[in-house]
């Protein structure tokens, strides 16, 4: 009987935490890494948007609120301030004509640290580099989980290994 107490005072804690980290329900902020790839450049960032933001327009795009893009090997990192039109872009847009099939893209563009007259074009899925030899190559994106839901998961699977355990060292003490 003491485990089917256990159990309840577990599914408590854990539906009373599941309480706490709700969202409101007219926005969520939503976070997707990407990477880039093409023969001259590779490289990978993150970015962030609230979903209750997209405008009404034919094509609803949200302002990015937090974005960071690193190249492999090069010390620069690109911030949504280095956008050209900042501070109207960069721009999260739904589709899903996207690699991976991800529902979101993106629309950066912005200029090479090290060399102004080289330019960076982030569009959805594509990727191209305009300088004296021009570039393409493809953006792939994957969704990032929130901390609290990684946070929920152990929780959960710690506790259901916990109970596991127990139950296997009643079954031993009664045979």
């Known amino acids: 009987m003491k485990l089917f107490q256990k159990l309840a005072i577990a599914t408590t804690l854990i539906l009373g935490l599941a309480t706490l980290t709700t969202k409101s329900a007219s926005g969520t902020i939503i976070n997707y890494a990407f990477n880039v ?13 609230d979903d209750a933001t997209f405008n009404n327009d034919n094509i609803p795009v949200a302002p990015v609120q937090l974005l960071t ?9 690109y911030t949504a301030t280095d956008d050209v039109e900042y501070p109207n ?30 330019s960076y074009d982030i ?16 953006v792939s994106y994957r969704q990032v989980p929130e901390p609290s839901t990684l946070g929920s998961t152990f929780l959960v699977g710690s506790i259901g290994l916990f109970l596991k355990r127990k139950v296997r060292s009643i079954k031993k003490i009664k045979a």
């Open 123 to 138: 569009t959805g899925t594509l990727f191209s580099v305009s300088s004296e030899t021009s570039d393409y190559g493809i």
């Open 89 to 118: 872009y960069p721009v999260a847009f739904p589709t899903v004509s996207l690699a991976d099939n991800a529902p979101i893209g993106l629309l950066y563009s912005f200029l090479d640290k090290a060399n102004p007259n080289k």
């Open 37 to 49: 790839d093409s023969y001259t450049a590779k490289g990978n960032g993150l970015f962030s948007f």
């Open 69 to 77: 893009f690193q190249f492999d090997n090069d010390p620069n990192i």
